[in-house]
């Protein structure tokens, strides 16, 4: 064994010295990510005259996608005299410093707003103070350190869904204050240096989102924010993530009732064939360091390893940590139209796989998809549509500790398993307005009856309702329809300042309960963190 690994080593310095030589990087600007706002960026992202690496976000900045991005963040900057009220509302950081060779800015963060849900007669409202600071030294150190407090009043499904999970979606630990009330703090910090033109190591606590899509089969942006380290290279056509990172297993979804820290390591290489044609290779590996009998693991040096299939799935294996393996890809058609897909393989035994008889130990995903920008020759008009499905039991473990998730809440598609998922999306910018669309059609199983039909991922799949004739939708079969529009207004794209009308309208219905949501918010936004309200019920209620 040490052997082997000493020869990964030795061709993993090789692959650095070959990268030093060869790859040439732009001035380091690390973005956060949200979908909302890098859709923004799929004329340069997707065209068929360069080859871009768009699977793996947030992204680094570079010189093909600089202008766009500079012309979005400075929009309304016309270069004429105006009062520093002005400037500070509309144009610049509430601090910003631009040195010879450093920047530094900061910002208020406010995230206010109230609605009303019509069906629920309830009136909701969001209470969010936040602070950004920032900057860069030279063009090879990029920080940023982003943090709220927060309080809200939500509508009935979301309220049921923190009940269930003590987590509000994707952000922190919610804290009950009143009936469909809590209050949370959000903090996001990274750090992202770039030491030679081929290599970026950033660190921090934060998310990544890996895919094409609104939705990520393989790791997503919607749990909680988690203390990483991560490495990307670059050679030529091909990039290459390794990722560590350091996370919560929390008493609410855990079959113990116990908290308890876990750790995964990410592998992904992206390979861009040429300019229309891209691959991409996934494996993952959740560890934890304390048993289900309160056992500390010794640690295994094996996990340091940064080449990616050193540890294939295998259910045979007596080794608990457990593997996700993935593959992605995507195809350019036209200038702008992109085609694109993934598949995840949690686990599988052959002679069941390439049958059809439902084995429970068959556990995939895969997603499906089309984007592109500029729909009908209408500039700035941007699309997507997408049909998102997993088997029922896919991403679950043996032991809650084991499964994919952190922090209570999934690493991949926000829905769990047992499902399958179609989407769509439309956005249109016009000078400082943005409009904004989502269909989302979604047909789901729920546990019933005390037993496990696989769409909660914390349940062990090791004891299904049962061993074969397993389909998407068994158990409490549900349909949800979600609708929701906005109309923002932008103040200041630095820190995305803006006005925002919003509407949703949501139905979930099955033999045992049909939910529905109606309403109408308006708020003063500002952040660059994606929201997720497209969500499907996480167990009967």
Do not use: C
């Amino acid at each position: 064994m040490k052997h082997i690994y000493s020869i990964y080593k030795k061709i993993f310095v090789v692959i650095l010295n070959l990268v030093l030589a060869n790859v040439v990087l732009g001035q380091s600007v690390y973005q956060p990510y949200s979908y909302d706002f890098y859709q923004k960026l799929n004329n340069d992202l997707y065209s068929t005259s360069t080859r871009e690496h768009t699977a793996l976000k947030p992204l680094i900045i570079d010189s093909v996608l600089r202008f766009h991005y500079d012309s979005i963040m400075n929009y309304g900057a016309d270069g004429k005299q105006h009062s520093l009220l002005y400037r500070k509302l509309f144009n610049e950081h509430l601090i910003d410093y631009k040195g010879s060779n450093s920047t530094f800015y900061t910002d208020l963060l406010p995230d206010f707003g109230i609605g009303r849900d019509f069906s629920g007669k309830l009136t909701t409202s969001t209470t969010s103070m936040g602070l950004q600071l920032g900057g860069t030294v030279s063009n090879k150190l990029y920080y940023n350190v982003t943090g709220y407090l927060s309080s809200a009043v939500v509508p009935d499904y979301l309220a049921t869904y923190i009940n269930q999970v003590g987590i509000v979606p994707g952000q922190a630990y919610a804290k009950i204050y009143r009936e469909n009330g809590y209050d949370w703090s959000y903090i996001t910090a990274t750090v992202s240096y770039t030491p030679f033109k081929y290599l970026n190591i950033s660190a921090g606590r934060d998310k990544t989102f890996i895919g094409d899509g609104y939705r990520s089969m393989l790791l997503s942006d919607f749990a909680s924010p988690y203390p990483f380290f991560k490495l990307t290279g670059t050679l030529g056509n091909v990039t290459y993530m390794v990722m560590w990172t350091y996370m919560n297993d929390p008493a609410f979804t855990s079959q113990y009732g116990a908290d308890r820290k876990k750790f995964g390591v990410f592998h992904y290489l992206d390979w861009n064939v040429n300019n229309r044609l891209s691959f991409g290779f996934f494996e993952n590996i959740m560890g934890f360091f304390t048993d289900d009998n309160g056992i500390k693991r010794p640690f295994d040096v094996n996990y340091i390893n940064p080449i990616i299939f050193l540890k294939p799935v295998n259910n045979a294996s007596d080794d608990p940590d457990k593997s996700l393996l993935g593959f992605t890809g995507k195809y350019k058609i036209t200038n702008g139209i992109t085609v694109y897909g993934q598949f995840a393989l949690n686990e599988f035994v052959s002679k069941d796989f390439f049958s059809s008889d439902g084995a429970s130990v068959n556990k995939y995903g895969w997603q499906l998809g089309i984007r592109g920008a500029n729909l009908f020759g209408v500039k700035n008009l941007n699309y997507l549509l997408e049909s998102n499905n997993a088997k029922p039991y896919t991403y679950s473990a043996r032991s809650s500790i084991e499964n994919y998730s952190s922090n209570s809440e999934p690493l991949a598609h926000p829905w769990g398993a047992n499902f399958r998922e179609l989407v769509g999306l439309l956005n249109y910018s016009y000078k400082r307005f943005d409009f904004t669309g989502e269909a989302d059609y979604g047909h789901y199983g729920l546990d019933v009856d005390g037993l496990n039909y696989g769409k909660d991922i914390f349940q062990l799949y090791t004891s299904p309702a049962r061993p074969y004739g397993n389909y998407i939708g068994q158990g409490l079969t549900t349909n949800m329809y979600f609708l929701q529009g906005k109309v923002a207004y932008m103040l200041n794209p630095k820190y995305n300042l803006r006005i925002e009308l919003g509407g949703i309208y949501r139905q979930e219905q099955n033999s045992e309960f049909k939910d529905r949501t109606s309403m109408l918010t308006i708020g003063l936004r500002s952040s660059f963190r994606q929201i997720y309200n497209d969500l499907a019920s996480y167990k009967t209620h």
